[in-house]
């Protein structure tokens, strides 16, 4: 996978932003192909978790207070905010045209 500071900095197919949610509060993140996530908490607690078509939870973690949480298959994550949560976020879009 490509990554440019460059495109970071222009903010060519990248997102940068803060991830606020009040406890219970949901976040649905879609990636795409080629694209990725990357969510780091400030404060706080959350699950994030991914279905799979037809089946249990395909995926759970529970990200601890400042390590990055890099998602990089394609679908769509489910951010559940255990309490009050801060922190960064950071979307990379797919290389489709």
């Known amino acids: 996978m ?5 495109n970071l900095l222009a903010g060519r197919r990248h997102q940068f ?4 949610l009040m406890r219970g509060e949901t976040f649905l993140e879609t990636i795409d192909e080629g694209g990725m996530a990357a969510f780091v908490l400030i404060r ?5 978790s991914r279905q799979r078509v037809g ?9 601890r207070l400042g390590e990055p949480v890099v ?3 394609p679908g769509t994550y489910c951010v559940v ?3 009050h949560v801060i922190g960064l976020r950071l979307l ?4 489709a045209p």
């Open 71 to 73: 998602l990089t298959n």
């Open 2 to 6: 490509k990554f440019s500071m460059l």
């Open 55 to 63: 089946a249990q939870a395909g995926l759970h973690l529970t990200p």
């Open 44 to 48: 706080g607690s959350a699950a994030v």
């Open 92 to 95: 990379r879009m797919g290389d």
């Open 81 to 83: 905010a255990k309490e």
């Open 17 to 20: 932003g803060a991830l606020m």
